[in-house]
């Protein structure tokens, strides 16, 4: 049985002021979810502080993207090394905001998977298709691409190192939103197309779902045999919504 994830991407939000009465409201409404992991993904600059809060908790503390590279001359990059040494468990890679607005390739993000790995960090590797991708008849295909390029880097065997997460970019910020059958039918084939090639790490890896996940909808979603979880964003701003879906994985 896997267990589930929830794990909240904060993207380029916060102050000092309010992660620090966010994480109060969390760790204490946590009180006995003991069947449900739980992280949260800061901006780099706020690493340190929330590695501070969560000391002692089982809150796990991510970072929103890797540098592919371990030191050197990379302007603005985070290596691997850096984000262990204040206590990180998780790396995000390829999210579709990195992919969409700042160019990122699926070798790039192939090469932070592994990276990300190489430090013993855990990446969640973001898949997805646009709107017009979906529209096309296309969704199957953009994520066998993806998922191919981590495959032919590091191996089938390398995804029960990390976890995998579903965003349809379409249902994010848009109003529009995915069904649970939706969200289910792409991650059933992307255990699928794994257990062609290993069916150990199919039944092993966690699948999460991306897509606007909220208190209302999590435990509809999590029902779904092959949602092991959420990557969470707007929602893991407030601590009643984030709660509410870390009780539905509960």
């Not at 969390?26 to 969560?54: F, H, K, R, S, W």
């Not at 430090?119 to 979906?134: D, F, H, Q």
């Amino acid at each position: 049985m896997r267990q589930k994830l929830v794990a909240g991407n904060w993207k380029l939000n916060g102050s000092k002021a309010s992660i620090e009465s966010l994480m109060g409201g969390i760790l204490a409404g946590l009180e006995g979810m003991d069947n449900v992991a739980v992280a949260v993904c800061p901006p780099y600059v706020y690493i340190p502080m929330t590695q501070t809060l969560v000391a002692g908790s089982r809150i796990g503390l991510g970072s929103q993207d890797i540098a592919d590279q371990d030191a050197g001359a990379f302007t603005g990059e985070v290596s691997g090394a850096m984000l262990k040494e204040f206590g990180c468990d998780y790396a995000i890679v390829g999210h579709s905001e990195r992919r969409a607005i700042y160019g990122e390739q699926d070798a790039d993000t192939a090469r932070k998977f592994a990276a990300a790995r190489k430090y013993g960090l855990k990446p969640i590797l973001c898949v997805g298709e646009t709107l017009e991708e979906r529209e096309a008849g296309i969704t199957e295909a953009v994520v066998a691409r993806q998922l191919d390029a981590v495959i032919a880097l590091e191996g089938v065997e390398a995804l029960t190192d990390g976890v995998i997460a579903y965003e349809p970019v379409w249902a994010i910020g848009t109003g529009k939103t995915a069904s649970p059958q939706q969200a289910q039918d792409v991650h059933a084939f992307i255990r699928g197309k794994l257990a062609t090639l290993n069916a150990v790490v199919a039944a092993k890896v966690q699948i999460l779902y991306g897509g606007s996940v909220k208190g209302a909808n999590a435990a509809e979603l999590f029902a779904m045999p092959d949602i092991d979880g959420g990557l969470i964003g707007g929602a893991s701003l407030d601590a009643n919504e984030f709660l509410a879906i870390c009780k539905a994985g509960n």
